[in-house]
């Protein structure tokens, strides 16, 4: 259920970043549609999507949704880009660079429209907003917390929560 929304500082995201530090290790990485990519962290859960349908993920979550995007290595080379991105590309060179570094950081600089996560191993995300043209970003990113909050990121007000839950994680969560 979503609530009166709250805009959340870089320095907001910074305290949250460190208070879930135990649950921000990357297991894994996936393409979902089209360029959006799915970070798998902390540790696993399994729930039923639908009966006989079980699905595994992480107690926290980073969904990158946004149509410009690139991925970094730490000399900041290109690895991957929302233009190039394959499931190829994702199982032989983006999971492997991700696999057990820990999500360092997450800002959004207001004045470009861009987000950028950093990860241990120097590995960087960007993702510049899209506002006009053919594709229009809604949301560049979604970061679902441990304790269930669901956070946006979007061109015009960065990082907010909206009040929305994840029930699943939220229920996770309570047990640990």
């Not at 990357?26 to 962290?41: E, P």
């Not at 979604?142 to 909206?162: E, H, K, M, Q, T």
């Amino acid at each position: 259920m979503a609530g009166p929304m709250r805009l959340l500082s870089n320095s907001d995201l910074t305290h949250l970043i460190e208070s879930f530090a135990e649950y921000l290790t990357c297991w894994k990485v996936g393409l979902q549609y089209g360029s959006q990519m799915v970070f798998d962290m902390g540790p696993m859960f399994e729930h039923q999507l639908k009966p006989g349908l079980p699905v595994t993920e992480g107690s926290c979550e980073l969904i990158l949704e946004g149509y410009d995007w690139k991925i970094f290595d730490r000399m900041r080379d290109l690895i991957a880009s929302s233009d190039t991105v394959s499931e190829e590309i994702v199982r032989d060179r983006i999971d492997p660079a991700f696999l057990k570094t820990v999500l360092q950081s997450v800002t959004f600089n207001r004045q470009n429209k861009e987000l950028f996560i950093e990860f241990s191993n120097g590995l960087l995300i960007s993702s510049a907003a899209q506002l006009s043209g053919e594709y229009v970003d809604d949301t560049l990113c979604i970061l679902v917390l441990p304790d269930g909050r669901v956070l946006s990121c979007d061109a015009r007000n960065g990082f907010y929560w909206d009040g929305s839950i994840s029930e699943e994680h939220a229920k996770r969560y309570a047990k640990a």
